[in-house]
């Protein structure tokens, strides 16, 4: 009835989908591995999503998509992902996905949504999904599966084929070497093969001509729907199975399914072979039952009267049935090719001569057999007509009708073989079955009974007072001691807990069992026997069966009456110290023999910058500094061994990075009985004098740095106005020549220094260099320059070099250049260019409307040799240095790294480099 329920909601199901078809829009169901995106991003990429079609993409591994770097690649293809909401209607033009951790199916056109409860990589998201499309869409179903599922999509896609949609499968590594497609691979069932790019233009096309495609998707044989496919003719339903039923049987319904798929597999091999014979061939499954005709086939055979039937002996021609069950048997039982010549048909009052061949194939090594059998015209035959005899047609048909009755005998005596066979061994299974489990079941009995003893002597040995309780608040069981707090009798098992007067005052006992059933959790309290003042323990557990059900609560009782009066006594002796520990304005701390802190004071804390529990059970040799722990450790160890007190002064690093100056003073710690117990450390903070003591020292270090600073800084502008003074000498003709243009490189490099030096940072603005060195050649840059760039801060080394470089353009300029004449107009430039490690600056200097000759001049001055050789020698520069006809064009590119440059403003953060530090090596420029 069951099976018959289901039968009829899915054709339901299936006139439902074919009434909305006309209306609803393809639906393109991608199933995709996760883990690898790529292929899907090329199918996407080719693939247009127009107003007739939705695609929703569900992944076999959700967790293992890279979810920011797969919306990125989608949208440079200018694609946008809508998340799936439950109950939303299925929109064309869009491109869904699911949420993580969720099952998403599609019924009457909408999204359902539910969590997913099964673990990763069994949870069918693939196939769930696909079946859903294909019992909600029909034919307008497009199944695509890529590789690396993992099986998972299979089912699906089979659904969605039997329902007359476009199933799609990836092209990868599954193809045999005859080019066959293993049958347990995703393209056994899938209609088309193909790679990423083929498939979306596949799908396009389909959707454009569905008329076309539903003839061509139309492949009979597949099941109808996934509970179809599951259920078959003998297998279990699974229309209202549960999911866990669903992944048990999914593997051996898959394995069905490829089943099934053989005869598509067995077809392709059949043509490979049949080209060595002739065309007319038939393709059989181990029972002879044909699985596929090839074309012309007809002319050969002659089905019997009765009963529909696929079996190849069944529709053969009566002239070449004993002929063909001749070399079928011999094919099957010798497992090689068998070939029977000269049989003779009758055909239109005509006999024809026909050969036959039998040859089984096996679609994989351990697969089922089958049988292609080949029908050709034995060569050099012709037909002749057939010589008329006498009764011969009453002899044929009593020759069929023989033949006939020895077919149904053989069917049955077959079937009755297989149902006792499989009776037999049924009766066999059950027999194993039932020995093992009496077996079983006297080793568990034997087992219960010994645990029961156990338990029982258990119970009546142990000093613990346990009340067994079920839901009704019944007494179920109880131990001996219980008898001392209740007032328990033999006769009190099964009576409420409530009728039952206890010796104790414990009112909330059935609110707390109640409680602890319905929230599986503990309950603990203390409980005081009035009149003896005995304390007890109480604790109510849920009682669990051994399926792990709650059946109740189990109450314990543990006489703790010493140890509370024990707790209550410590608790008043350590108020009492810790009431003198902590009026103390040293730290004090105690240790027991192996050195772990059992005790520290507020002070103590304070010191070491540590909360009391990150002390309290740590060794204090973990707390000690590395390079001073064994300063450390050998103070504990005279005062522990000898009971010597010991003095001496550590440094301490605090979890926030301040260092504190302790002075330990360590002493033994005994008992009553004088024995050495422990250490008592009395630490004394010491910080502030310290401090004191560094910082003089430091105020003399920073002056002595002061006063190297200053020489160096000193020795440095001597050597590069020296080296100024030299090359101008060098390149001037005229004193008036050499004093002017001595001047102006002097200021220039005065500028840069008052730039290095305004703050402590020895750092130059490059913007600020440059509008420096403009303004002193009476440029402003709204009138005859243009001065843009990023924030770039320079070295002093390489400011210093630069602003020369940049003196001499605007001193070049204002001779010959831009600046000399009233057209004229210079633009400063730079940017910056490549990532961390590689990264350029790359400075331009540009001057338009000046006119003068292209060709460089023929003397090279101090601003060309400064340009082209001494920045690339000495900041690693590479330069370019052009005369044009519009005016000069200088390009100063260097790399960007913590020796010549850093981007951004300046901050006091920014120490000096090394080239910037007192160095008696440094260069001249």
């Known amino acids: ?124 998201t693939i196939d769930r999904f696909l079946i859903s499309v294909a019992q909600d869409t029909g034919k307008k179903a497009i199944g695509i599966l890529f590789s690396g599922t993992q099986g998972d999509g299979a089912l699906g896609i089979t659904a969605i084929k039997e329902a007359g949609g476009l199933t799609l499968a990836e092209e990868g590594t599954e193809l045999s070497a005859g080019g066959i497609v293993p049958s347990h691979g995703r393209g056994a069932i899938a209609d088309f093969v193909l790679p990423p790019e083929e498939m979306a233009k596949r799908v396009q096309l389909h959707v454009s001509h569905a008329a076309r495609y539903d003839e061509a998707a139309g492949i009979s044989g597949a099941p109808a729907g996934i509970a179809t496919i599951a259920h078959g003719d003998k297998g279990p339903d699974l229309h209202g199975g549960t999911p866990n039923t669903f992944h048990r049987l999914r593997p051996r319904r898959v394995r069905s399914v490829q089943a099934k798929a053989v005869d598509a597999k067995l077809a392709r091999k059949a043509k490979a072979i049949a080209k060595r014979y002739m065309p007319a061939y038939v393709v059989t499954d181990g029972n002879f039952d044909v699985t596929h005709f090839s074309d012309r086939m007809g002319r050969f055979l002659e089905p019997a009267g009765g009963t529909a039937t696929l079996n190849l002996l069944a529709l053969v021609h009566n002239d070449l049935r004993l002929g063909l069950r001749t070399a079928l048997t011999r094919a099957s039982e010798e497992r090689q090719v068998v070939q029977v010549d000269g049989l003779r048909m009758g055909q239109n009052g005509k006999r024809i001569d026909v050969d036959i061949v039998v040859e089984p194939v096996r679609d994989q090594p351990d697969g089922a057999p089958g049988f292609v059998v080949v029908f050709k015209d034995r060569p050099g035959s012709s037909e002749v007509e057939a010589a008329p005899r006498a009764g011969g047609a009453l002899r044929d048909g009593h020759v069929r009708h023989l033949e006939t009755n020895l077919r149904v005998a053989r069917e049955r005596l077959q079937a009755t073989i297989e149902e006792l066979e499989n009776t037999n061994e049924a009766l066999e299974t059950s027999k194993e079955e039932l020995q093992s489990a009496t077996g079983e079941i006297a080793y568990q009995a034997q087992e219960l009974g010994r645990s029961n003893r156990d338990l029982k002597n258990l119970m009546e040995s142990t000093q613990i007072a346990t009340i067994f309780l079920d839901s009704d608040m019944r007494v179920t069981h109880y131990t001996p001691t219980a008898t001392e707090i209740f007032h328990l009798v033999a006769t009190d098992l099964g009576r409420p807990i409530g009728h039952i007067k206890p010796r104790i005052a414990y009112d909330e006992l059935q609110d707390d069992a109640r409680r602890v059933i319905r929230s599986l959790g503990s309950v603990t309290r203390e409980i005081e026997d009035p009149a003896t003042g005995t304390c007890y323990m109480a604790r109510v557990l849920p009682y669990r069966s051994i399926d792990s059900d709650i059946g109740g609560a189990v109450v314990t009782f543990l006489d703790v009456t010493p140890l509370t009066w024990a707790q209550q006594a410590l608790r008043e002796s350590e108020e009492r110290f810790r009431a003198m520990a902590e009026q103390a304005e040293v730290g004090i701390a105690m240790t027991d023999r192996e050195g772990r802190a059992i005790y520290v004071n507020d002070r103590y804390c304070e010191i070491l910058g540590l909360a009391r529990g990150q002390i309290v059970g740590r060794a204090i040799q973990e707390l000690t500094p590395p390079d001073e722990r064994g300063r450390g450790d050998a103070l504990l160890a005279r005062a522990l061994l000898s009971g010597e007190t010991s003095i001496d002064e550590i440094s301490h690093r605090r979890p926030n990075g301040s260092i504190v100056w302790v002075r330990n003073n360590v002493n033994a710690r005994r008992d009553a009985a004088g024995a050495v117990v422990g250490c008592l450390i009395v630490a004394i903070d010491m910080t502030e004098r310290v401090r004191a003591e560094e910082a003089l020292r430091e105020k003399e270090q920073h002056t002595k740095l002061l006063l190297a600073e200053l020489q160096h800084r000193v020795r440095s502008t001597l050597a590069v106005v020296r080296s100024i003074t030299r090359r101008t000498a060098a390149n001037s003709n005229t004193a008036d020549d050499y004093a002017m243009h001595l001047e102006g490189r002097i200021e220039a490099f005065a500028r840069t220094q008052i730039m290095a030096t305004r703050s402590a940072v020895p750092l130059v603005d490059l913007e600020e260099l440059v509008r420096d060195e403009l303004l002193a050649h009476a440029v402003r840059d709204d009138q005859k320059a243009h001065v843009e760039g990023p924030s770039v801060r320079l070295r002093t080394a390489v400011a210093d070099k630069l602003g020369l470089a ?17 057209g004229g107009h210079i633009d400063v430039t730079w940017s910056t260019a490549g990532m961390d490690g590689d990264r350029m600056l790359k400075l331009e200097w540009r001057e338009t409307g000046v006119h003068m000759a292209s060709a460089a001049p023929r003397r090279r001055g101090f601003g060309t040799e400064l340009i082209e050789r001494t920045l690339p020698s000495e900041i690693d520069a590479q330069t370019a240095l052009e005369f044009t006809p519009g005016g000069v064009r200088c390009v100063i590119a260097l790399p960007i790294n913590p020796r010549t440059a850093l981007l951004g403003r300046v901050h006091p953060s920014d120490g000096p480099d090394e080239d910037d530090r007192p160095d008696e090596r440094r260069s001249s420029p």
Do not use: C
């Open 1 to 124: 009835m069951a099976a018959k329920r289901n039968k009829t909601t899915a054709s339901g199901n299936a006139r439902k989908a074919e009434a909305g078809s006309q209306s609803a829009p393809f639906i393109a169901a991608v199933g995709a591995p996760g883990a690898e995106s790529l292929s899907l991003e090329r199918f996407l990429a080719e693939l247009t999503v127009g107003e007739e079609m939705a695609v929703v993409l569900v992944f076999h591994s959700r967790k293992a998509l890279d979810d920011a770097r797969f919306t990125e690649a989608l949208s440079k293809q200018g694609r946008t992902l809508t998340r799936a909401a439950r109950g939303a209607l299925v929109e064309p033009g869009r491109i869904y996905w699911a949420s993580l951790d969720t099952i998403l199916t599609i019924e009457n056109g909408r999204f359902r949504i539910r969590d997913a409860q099964e673990p990763p990589g069994k949870r069918g």
């Open 806 to 822: 940049i003196h001499e353009l605007a001193a070049n300029a204002v001779k010959y250049g831009a600046l000399a004449e009233d």
